[in-house]
């Protein structure tokens, strides 16, 4: 049992198929797995939150229902900072793991 953790603890060799970009790229994708799908879901919350921030905003202009459109354009600006936050968060650790 000593010897399969000791060989798992060396640094693993790509195979002889593969090219060096492809298998970091895979090595990459083992160590931070979704990466890319949670980086378009923080893009895609993000637009949505801003669009929404945009309508109640005009609204907030225009005069209209300002009691119901703050609460909801406060909500959408919370929504875009957090994906910022998240996405921002993604980024250094994607730096750190290539580091």
Do not use: C, H
């Not at 049992?1 to 970009?21: F, G, I």
């Not at 309508?55 to 957090?82: D, I, K, M, S, Y």
């Amino acid at each position: 049992m000593a010897d399969s953790n000791s060989k798992r603890r060396r640094k693993a060799k790509p195979a002889q198929n593969l090219s060096p970009e492809k298998y970091a790229r895979l090595r990459a994708e083992a160590k931070a797995p979704y990466r890319g799908l949670r980086q378009f879901v923080y893009v895609a919350f993000g637009a949505s939150g801003l669009i929404g921030a945009f309508v109640f905003f005009t609204q907030l202009l225009a005069g209209r229902e300002v009691g119901a459109a703050f609460p909801n354009f406060a909500l959408q600006v919370g929504v875009v900072a957090l994906m910022v936050w998240l996405y921002r968060l993604e980024q250094k650790g994607k730096v750190k793991d290539e580091g």
